[in-house]
């Protein structure tokens, strides 16, 4: 049988819901075994399994849908799979993990070995009345310095980027992102308006400013091409900070509770097996990086090293070696232990393990709420919004794929993207869940109509499923975080 039958209970009392459809299962159903969530793989292998992490662009010969970690593949015309004529496309919902970036702060060695210079982009920061009567800024940027005078030295990479941004690749990726968004649903669909109607076309950031960095861009690659200029002045909706259901950050102490009784920080075997499998890894990573073997984040996962190394090599940087002893380097197979280790990390935090799916509904329910609501105002006509897109995280498009409980979970690279289309037919409303640019696949058998693929699903299973889970008013994800 394809579906592991595993049922784990969550924190209601029903694993299958009634909801206007015959059943809903909500149970939690295993990912497919592959080399990700193989352990024995994952610590003895070599290379990345056909992963690129080195370029937006994929090696020649590569067919697009290829996993690339700098910029993850999307919807395009040249690949995008039309649905059959009688099928109406009446709403689209996009989340996406932004585009690649400089790597966090935290992320970065005490000391590097050479800079990193962002000196051919401009990060606009201003303020300005939107009454037409009033006084207009001027445009602005920050252009970072590091004065002489000042005598504390910078950790981390010297030059002129802020830890995080965008880099110039990763805004010509969004560019592009948004241009391939609008070369499938108005090119090709005729479903977005010719020129951008906030009224009947949203978008949404969190508040980390590198997605409203992105989302820029994005616009402008959707935008531009009907126009002499971009569009100007284009509301990106936020929540407030610290209630946030996008990135997520409403607070939920039961969901990062559990995910630290089985995830990052966990004393379970389960989980501190690979590290302790992977101690002479990190022990070479150490001895060139001068991270110190006590250093608690560096090494209760490998997430550290990930993004280090991996912003690096998405923009043709060379892999580190120690100050002291140049000849002392980060290799290429050291590089992609990594990365393999990230990606079983990731598999086994949002699908492997059984406890995955009710962490997920309590940190991101409320997103999920929030969508199952906006396709609901569509179907009973209250909506004039057609297009609502979201610019997010990975920790943000995980949970979403752990929540549909997709058949093989994967570090959701830069780029990543999940579609979400509803159709009507007839007078009935049907689901498509796109995930990469293809028809998403998942192990929950009420989800997974069509061999696994979430590909015109019955509007009303998908709502059982996610108000199932969360309640109609995320009331159910308030009774868990608040229990």
Request: charged content about 15%; hydrophobic content about 35%.
């Given at each position: 049988?394809?579906?592991?039958?595993?049922?784990?209970?969550?924190?209601?009392?029903?694993?299958?819901?009634?909801?206007?459809?015959?059943k809903v299962d909500?149970?939690?159903?295993?990912?497919?075994?592959?080399?990700?969530?193989?352990?024995?793989?994952?610590?003895?292998?070599?290379?990345?399994h056909g992963f690129v992490f080195n370029s937006s662009q994929l090696?020649?010969?590569?067919?697009?849908?290829?996993?690339?970690?700098?910029?993850?593949p999307h919807v395009r015309k040249e690949e995008y799979v039309k649905a059959a004529d009688e099928f109406e496309l009446v709403y689209v919902e996009v989340i996406h993990r932004h585009h690649k970036r400089t790597p966090y702060a935290s992320n970065t060695f005490p000391k590097e070995s050479y800079g990193w210079d962002c000196s051919d982009q401009g990060l606009f920061y201003y303020g300005e009345p939107l009454s037409p009567?009033?006084?207009?800024?001027?445009?602005?940027?920050?252009?970072?310095?590091?004065?002489?005078i000042n005598p504390f030295p910078q950790p981390g990479f010297n030059g002129t980027c802020q830890f995080p941004q965008i880099t110039r690749g990763g805004l010509d990726d969004s560019w592009q992102h948004g241009k391939d968004l609008y070369g499938v649903y108005h090119d090709l669909l005729n479903f977005l308006p010719d020129d951008i109607n906030s009224e009947k076309v949203t978008y949404r950031v969190t508040n980390n400013v590198i997605t409203s960095q992105v989302a820029g861009m994005l616009i402008s690659g959707m935008y531009t091409s009907n126009t002499t200029s971009p569009p100007q002045n284009i509301p990106l909706h936020i929540q407030p900070p610290n209630i946030?259901?996008?990135?997520?950050?409403?607070?939920?102490?039961?969901?990062?509770?559990?995910y630290s009784t089985y995830g990052t920080g966990s004393k379970s075997t389960s989980w501190?097996?690979?590290?302790?499998?992977?101690?002479?890894?990190?022990?070479?990573?150490?001895?060139?990086?001068?991270?110190?073997?006590?250093?608690t984040p560096w090494?209760?996962?490998?997430?550290?090293?990930?993004?280090?190394?991996?912003?690096?090599?998405?923009?043709?940087?060379?892999?580190?070696?120690?100050?002291?002893?140049?000849?002392?380097?980060?290799?290429?197979?050291?590089?992609?232990?990594?990365?393999?280790?990230?990606?079983?990390?990731?598999?086994?935090?949002?699908?492997?393990?059984?406890?995955?799916?009710?962490?997920?509904?309590?940190?991101?329910?409320?997103?999920?709420?929030?969508?199952?609501?906006?396709?609901?105002?569509?179907?009973?006509?209250?909506?004039?919004?057609?297009?609502?897109?979201?610019?997010?995280?990975?920790?943000?498009?995980?949970r979403v794929l752990s929540f549909l409980q997709?058949?093989?979970?994967?570090?959701?690279?830069?780029?990543?993207?999940?579609?979400?289309?509803?159709?009507?037919?007839?007078?009935?409303?049907?689901?498509?869940?796109l995930w990469g640019g293809r028809v998403l696949r998942s192990s929950n058998p009420s989800l997974g109509v069509k061999n696994g693929a979430v590909d015109m699903l019955d509007v009303d299973t998908f709502l059982g499923y996610v108000e199932g889970l969360v309640g109609r008013q995320a009331e159910k994800v308030v009774e868990f975080c608040e229990g």
């Open positions: 049988m394809r579906f592991s039958r595993t049922y784990v209970p969550l924190f209601f009392n029903s694993a299958v819901v009634a909801q206007n459809v015959s909500l149970g939690w159903y295993a990912p497919k075994k592959s080399w990700i969530n193989d352990l024995g793989k994952v610590l003895d292998g070599t290379g990345t090696p020649v010969g590569a067919p697009y849908g290829t996993y690339n970690w700098c910029n993850m009567t009033s006084s207009t800024s001027s445009s602005t940027f920050w252009n970072v310095y590091t004065n002489p946030d259901s996008l990135e997520p950050q409403y607070p939920c102490a039961p969901s990062s509770s559990l501190t097996t690979h590290l302790t499998r992977a101690a002479p890894l990190f022990a070479s990573l150490d001895a060139i990086s001068n991270i110190p073997s006590s250093s090494h209760q996962s490998f997430d550290h090293y990930y993004d280090n190394l991996s912003a690096r090599q998405c923009h043709a940087k060379p892999l580190p070696c120690n100050i002291s002893n140049p000849s002392l380097c980060v290799t290429q197979a050291h590089a992609d232990s990594v990365y393999r280790l990230g990606q079983y990390e990731y598999s086994y935090i949002y699908r492997d393990s059984p406890q995955s799916l009710q962490a997920a509904v309590g940190s991101y329910g409320v997103w999920m709420a929030e969508l199952a609501a906006n396709i609901r105002a569509v179907i009973s006509g209250e909506a004039s919004v057609l297009y609502r897109h979201n610019v997010a995280h990975d920790g943000s498009v995980s997709v058949e093989q979970m994967v570090w959701v690279g830069m780029g990543s993207e999940v579609i979400f289309e509803v159709y009507r037919k007839e007078g009935k409303y049907f689901l498509r869940i």
